[in-house]
């Protein structure tokens, strides 16, 4: 079942650095877990640290290829597998994997029973409650701003004319290196994608400044739009650039991803959409059973 309620921005503003949420969590579990298995050791128990890193290699490893398996196509080559700035990884698959090396370990080393448990229970417990406070604090609750932005031949476009399909807006700007990196990707995905809008929104620049920069790099995607006043920053309450926002046929916020996009990351957020926005229309369908 398709649940839509709010999604939190995944990424935490340090300065001019834009940190990514999973990571962050997955480190400050890790510290708390480390520190508690610190702690058991100073008690005279057995060092449960080298257990904890060990299985949370496996789980990153098993997450990683998972991803990258479901998503084969996107990647080529070995490089662009491992290059994990895109953060494609299945979350579940490793910690499963982790669970079950975990639960092997502690059976065949009973000395570890108590300093393993205790200090792997202790990392998620504070990861879980730092995401979910993060999770209340930040949500995105926002619907499709009601805002016109301009094209680049200057003519208005209200963002509520287009409603109707699946719409991706992709936060940028000319000096965002990570920015340069993805948007090849993101004009030919705008030019063979179908049942999808992509459209480039330039934040903070004026028309010459973008109409150069696309002209020098070679790109001509379908819709470019000005957003001189970062109107979409702000209402989506994004820490950084790029941004790309993942909406509904209805306006509503499916998902969202801070930083760079990878093919792979790409093609598993428009399948979500698509299906988001499938549900969303059967929903209204009388007679429809979802």
Known sequence: MFVQPEITMQALPLGPLVLPWGPVLV????????????????????????????????????????????????YHGVLAMLDIRDLGFAPWPGAIVALLGGALWLWRRPALRRPLALSAASGLVIAGLIGAIVSIAQPLRTPLPEVTLRTLDGAAQPLAALRGTPLVL????????????????????????????IVLVDQGQDTVTVRDYLRAHRLDPPMVLLDGDEVLLRAYHSPGL??????????????????????????????????ASMRAASAHIPGSAF
């Open 242 to 275: 790029p941004t790309t926002l993942f909406i509904a046929a209805d306006g509503r916020l499916v998902s969202a991803h801070v930083g760079e996009l990878s093919r792979a990351t790409l093609a598993q957020a428009l399948t979500q959409l698509r299906a």
């Open 27 to 74: 480190l400050v579990g890790y510290v708390v877990a480390a520190l508690v298995a610190w702690l058991e050791r100073r008690d005279g128990r057995a060092d449960a640290e080298p257990a904890l890193f060990a299985l949370l290699l496996l789980a990153l490893l098993t997450a990683r290829a998972v991803f990258v398996a479901r998503h084969w196509a996107a």
């Open 170 to 197: 992709n936060l940028w700007a000319t000096w965002c290196p990570p920015c340069e990196r993805e948007l090849p990707l993101l004009v030919n995905a705008a030019r063979s994608e179908r049942g999808v809008r």
